[in-house]
Structure formats: structure tokens, C-alpha cells
């Protein structure tokens, strides 16, 4: 149906392996997904919700052995084993291949393989990049029909060209110990298999616009980066962009769809979001670094979602949705913990009878809601600018009960670096693994840079000297704990305060401390009106405790380590800046 010789011909060579009975060239239309749709609810893989309640939305339920990203089956296969680098799992590309070509082999008899070209980016950006994903799910298919511009429109873009990223998916059998993800950077190709979950199958996200995305960028000379994107618009209407890097489940979302508090709301302050996942950077022709999101939708973690934490989301997702793992009530809607009064009694993530007195979860705590980034409320007019929007600064942050402060600057560009390199947080359930774990995740990469990590820490100080006007980077932690273990800050919403801080410094204003991590906000300097929460409990907020420090510190040397000869020197000497700066 589409003549571009070298997707065709790659369709045929994967066809053949995968020997599925038809294939089904998407072409991204109403029709298709109706039609698509019906059969998915024939078979089960969709369950059809109260359609007056939410239009257009389905309920999907994975294995209960494939509920997140599985890490450590997550392969960069490069040539060179020291181009993936010590954080990354490796294998030998021949080997891969000749190894998965096995699993491939007849992995979609009886079934039909869709072809789903897509493009990353906004419809004709010169930034925009094109990839085909063969996959034999439709829940991918209509998955990819809201997370990424696809069908004819992706076609057109390519036109003849043989540019475009290749990602083969098939469900196989779903056998954990067989399932791979599998990256070959060096051949702009994907391989998944055994698995029908979000971040291990729709390629378009974490495998491309990550992984491949970040390998392609270093040598194209941009980024991409982990990261939601925020404007602020203050009440004369100018808006400043963030960018912010938090490692999975970690609040992106949640920043960048933001209510501002009632006062600041009154006082004429707007939040948009432009992205709330993934971000591309470039520096612009101003000297500035701009930022796109190549996503048209949001995965969104479903737990702790509610009209009070998050109403943009819980508007977004009430029609044209696809839940994944949440709780089905009575009623024929959804539900997850944190999201209110529960049902008396539903269906749980895996099929089952439940009732909130069962002790039980009823929604998987990684189960996601899949919806159109146009529905947002505060959906940025700026979203899909092909340019991007110019950024005011970025933001690292990440899960600490106790090390990092609220808020704080870096001294700099190469200083910022540091503190995205060595920054840490508690693990999540957005992987497979132990949860509540602290662990280092430079930049909130670690899951998901193409290439020697040692070297991604190169290409940013690299960057900071090809952007003349950078923008300043920051840190922050939401999720300070009091003895008891709850967090101290109230979050959300209110985080808006630690942005206005934040863009104030950015400007030359806001007043700071210096410290030996950098500039703290000086009592007072966060405007706190409207909030209950006294000075004593934001000294707590903001303070540095040097014991605390002089572990974390000794953890980010160690954790350097492990790149050996191969961290840059500049890292190296930040390091033993920040050493002496506390006297340690
Ligand atoms: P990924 O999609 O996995 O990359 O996650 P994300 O970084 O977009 O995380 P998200 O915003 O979905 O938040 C994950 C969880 O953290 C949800 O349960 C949120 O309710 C919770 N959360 C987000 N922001 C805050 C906050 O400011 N304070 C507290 N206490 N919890 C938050
Ligand atoms: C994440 O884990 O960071 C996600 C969800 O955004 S997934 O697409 O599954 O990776
Ligand atoms: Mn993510």
C-alpha cells in the first residue's frame, strides 16, 4: 500500500521470519480503528468501559508476569562492549540476532503482523524522525495511534527515504525468561519480544526516543533526555520553560500538567505543558537550548492520580483512553488507589472478584492510563511548534527521604552536570525489580542512555560549551519523609512555588544562601502565601545535613568509580570540588 522500497523490503525479510498469516499495513485512519477495536474486544485483549461515562475508552490487562519494564533483560548490542558502557546490559549484535532470530522464528504464525510507521516529533519538523514498528498486537497498534503521529502521515514524511528506525515486537509466547529488549544503536533497530507491556513494546518511547534516540543524538549533535517540559506563564504573560529529569514515577507527569495554588491563580499565574515524558534539545539559532516533545500522548502512571493531586489528568483521560491494569467497577468505569472512595466491589488488575477490604491492591501499582496530550486542559499552544520552546532551565530530582534539600542551584553549568551525574533516588514500581531501593540514575537515564554512560557525562559538558545562552540547572526533592515517614511537603500543585524560585534565579533575582551543594533558597525567599506550613518545618525542607552528606558523598565517588579511566576528568575534579567545599 505505501511504496517505499526500503520498508518494504524490510518487511518482507522480517515477514519472513516471523511468518505471520496476513499483514496489515496501518494507515492511522478512523475506520482502522474501529476495526481494530472490534476485533481486540472479540478476543478479549481490549474490555469495552461504559462508553456514556468514558467514550472511547478500553481496559486492557497484561500478563500478570509482564506488568513493567524488565531491566534486566534490556540489551544495548554495540559492537564494542565498552560502547554500552558499566550500567548498560550488553551483548554481541551477531549473536543477538542469530539468538533472537530463534524466538523470531514463526513467533507470529496464526497471527497478523502491523506495520505502524510513526514520526517522533511534530508533523513536518525538520527535527522529526521516522520509525516502523512490526508488531503482532493490536493493543500496540491502537497503544502507538496515541502516543505517536502514525499511518499515511508517517509515510509521507519518509517519502522514499530509508531512514527510519526499525522496531520489531512480537508477544511470542509472553515467557518472562525468555523476553528481550533489545537495542542495535549502530543499526537504528529494536527487537522485543515475550512481552505486551508499555515500555517494552510500544518502541516508539523508551526504545527509540531514548535509547536510539540518545546514541543518534550524540553523534547529531542534540540530546535526548528523560524529561517533562513545563511553561509558566506569569501574569504579564511571558511564559518560561522547564525542563525536568525525574527517574520513572517520579512526578513528570505531575509537574508538567501543574495547577498553580489558588493565590497564585488569582494573582494571574498559568502553568502549560508541552510534554510529560520525553524531551529532544537542540541548541537554537538564539543561542539558546530548545526543547520538543516527540510524544503525541501520555503512559501515565494511574495510582495516586486524582481531581485533587492531578485534575488535568483525570480530565484528559475521561474519553479516547486505554487503561492498563486498573480496577474495573460495577459501573463499567475505572479505579486505582488514590484515586478516591473506592467501588464496594470490582475487578482486580488480573481478572479477579476484589473489594477494598481484601487487603489486595486492585490496580497494579504500575497500572498506566494511555490518552491524547491534545485532551490535556493545559495542553501548551506551543506543543507542537516545530521548533520547540526555548528553556529556562532544567531541573534534576528524584525520590530522597532525607539527602536533598526542596531546592537548590548549581554554580554552574558544569557543576549542574555533576549533580544530574550523581544524583540518586528510591526505585519504583515502573520496572520489575525491588521497589524503595535508593539507587544513582544519572540525568533519570540509567534505564534508558544508548551508550557508554561515561560518555553520555561527556557529551553534556560538551554541550555546555556549544550553548552560548544555557539554561541554569537545578535540583529538587519532593519527597522529603518525617520520622513517621510521610513526605513533608505537600507536593503537586504546591511545587509550583519551588518553579517561581527557581525562574526568579534564572532572572537574577530570588534570594539564595550559598552552600557547599550550591544555592539554597535564604528563609523567606520562597513565597509560601496561602500555605499552611511553618518556617520551622521549611528550614527542615531546605536544610543540609553534613553527616547525611558525607555518605552521599562517599556513594556518588564510589558509584564514579565504576566508569574507571573513561569519566571525565571534569566530573573527577567536581567531585573533589564538592569534597573540599564541605571539608570532607
Ligand atoms: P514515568 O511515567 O514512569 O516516567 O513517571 P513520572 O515521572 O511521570 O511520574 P508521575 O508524575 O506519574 O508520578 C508518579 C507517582 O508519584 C504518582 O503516584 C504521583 O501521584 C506521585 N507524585 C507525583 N508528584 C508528586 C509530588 O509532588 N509529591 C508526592 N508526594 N507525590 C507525587
Ligand atoms: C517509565 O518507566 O519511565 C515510563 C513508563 O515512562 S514506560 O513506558 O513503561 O517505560
Ligand atoms: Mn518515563
Not at 16 to 29: A, H, M, Y
Not at 146 to 172: N, Y
Not at 378 to 383: A, H, L, V
Request: charged residues 25%; glycine residues 10%; contains cysteine.
Amino acid at each position: 500500500m505505501y511504496n517505499n522500497k526500503a520498508v518494504a523490503q524490510w518487511v518482507d525479510e522480517m515477514a519472513k521470519l516471523t511468518k505471520p498469516d496476513n499483514i496489515v499495513w496501518v494507515d492511522g485512519s478512523e475506520e482502522e480503528k474501529e476495526r481494530l477495536t472490534e476485533q481486540a474486544l472479540a478476543t478479549g485483549e481490549l474490555i469495552e468501559l461504559n462508553q456514556e461515562k468514558l467514550p472511547g475508552c478500553y481496559l486492557h490487562r497484561t500478563d500478570v508476569s509482564d506488568v513493567a519494564r524488565v531491566e534486566d533483560r534490556t540489551f544495548i548490542c554495540t559492537r564494542n562492549k565498552d560502547d554500552a558502557g558499566p550500567t548498560n546490559n550488553w551483548m554481541d549484535p551477531a549473536a543477538t540476532y542469530e539468538k533472537l532470530s530463534k524466538l523470531f522464528d514463526g513467533s507470529m504464525k496464526g497471527r497478523t503482523m502491523y506495520v505502524i510507521p510513526y514520526i517522533m516529533g511534530p508533523v513536518g519538523s525538520p527535527f522529526s524522525k521516522v520509525g516502523v514498528e512490526l508488531t503482532d498486537s493490536i493493543y500496540v497498534v491502537l497503544n502507538m495511534r496515541i502516543m505517536t503521529r502514525m499511518g499515511k502521515v508517517a509515510m509521507d514524511q519518509l517519502g522514499d527515504s530509508s531512514e527510519f528506525v526499525k522496531g520489531l515486537h512480537s508477544k511470542g509466547t509472553l515467557d518472562p525468561n525468555e523476553r528481550y529488549i533489545c537495542h542495535f544503536p549502530e543499526d537504528n533497530t529494536i527487537w522485543s519480544i515475550n512481552s505486551g507491556y508499555g515500555g517494552n513494546v510500544l518502541l516508539s518511547k523508551k526504545c527509540f526516543a531514548l535509547r536510539i534516540a540518545s546514541f543518534m543524538g550524540r553523534q547529531q549533535g542534540w540530546m535526548a533526555e528523560h524529561m517533562m517540559i513545563v511553561g509558566i506563564e506569569d501574569p504579564e504573560g511571558h511564559v518560561d520553560y522547564i525542563a525536568g529529569a525525574f527517574p520513572s514515577a517520579c512526578g513528570k507527569t505531575n509537574l508538567a500538567m501543574l495547577v498553580p495554588p489558588e493565590v497564585f491563580k488569582k494573582k494571574g499565574y498559568k502553568v502549560w505543558t508541552v510534554g510529560d515524558d520525553i524531551a529532544w534539545l537542540r541548541v537554537g539559532p538564539d543561542g539558546r537550548l530548545w526543547a520538543v516533545n516527540p510524544e503525541a500522548g501520555f503512559f501515565g502512571v494511574a495510582p495516586g492520580t486524582n481531581y485533587k493531586s492531578n485534575p488535568n489528568a483525570m480530565e484528559t483521560v475521561k474519553k479516547n483512553t486505554i487503561f492498563t491494569n486498573v480496577v474495573l467497577t460495577p459501573e463499567g468505569t475505572v479505579w486505582w488507589e488514590g484515586m478516591g472512595e473506592p467501588p464496594k466491589s470490582g475487578i482486580d488488575w488480573k481478572g479477579n472478584p476484589w473489594t477494598p477490604e481484601s487487603g489486595e491492591k486492585g490496580a497494579h501499582p504500575n497500572s498506566r492510563f494511555t490518552a491524547p496530550a491534545s485532551q490535556c486542559p493545559s495542553i501548551s499552544p506551543e506543543w507542537e511548534n516545530p521548533q520547540g520552546v526555548p528553556l529556562t532551565a532544567i531541573i534534576f530530582g528524584g525520590r530522597r527521604a532525607r539527602v536533598a534539600p526542596l531546592v537548590y542551584q548549581s554554580f554552574d553549568w558544569n557543576h549542574g552536570v555533576y549533580v544530574g551525574a550523581t544524583m540518586a533516588s528510591e526505585t519504583t514500581a515502573a520496572a520489575i525489580g525491588q521497589v524503595g531501593v535508593v539507587r544513582r540514575d544519572p540525568m533519570a537515564m540509567l534505564p534508558f542512555c544508548g551508550y557508554n554512560m561515561a560518555d553520555y557525562f561527556a557529551y553534556w559538558l560538551e554541550m555546555g560549551k556549544r550553548i552560548p545562552n544555557p539554561p541554569k540547572i537545578f535540583n529538587v526533592n519532593w519527597f522529603r519523609t518525617d520520622s513517621e515517614g510521610n513526605f513533608i511537603w505537600p507536593g503537586f500543585g504546591e511545587n509550583l512555588r519551588a518553579l517561581l524560585w527557581i525562574i526568579d534565579r534564572c532572572k537574577g533575582q530570588g534570594k539564595a544562601i550559598e552552600t557547599p551543594i550550591g544555592y539554597v533558597p535564604e528563609e523567606g525567599a520562597i513565597d509560601l502565601e496561602g500555605l499552611d506550613i511553618s518556617q520551622d518545618v521549611m528550614k527542615e525542607l531546605l536544610n543540609i545535613d553534613k553527616d547525611v552528606w558525607a555518605d552521599e558523598v562517599n556513594s556518588q565517588s564510589e558509584f564514579l568509580e565504576k566508569f574507571g579511566d573513561r569519566l571525565p576528568q571534569e566530573i573527577r575534579r567536581q567531585n573533589e570540588a564538592l569534597k573540599k567545599r564541605f571539608g570532607f
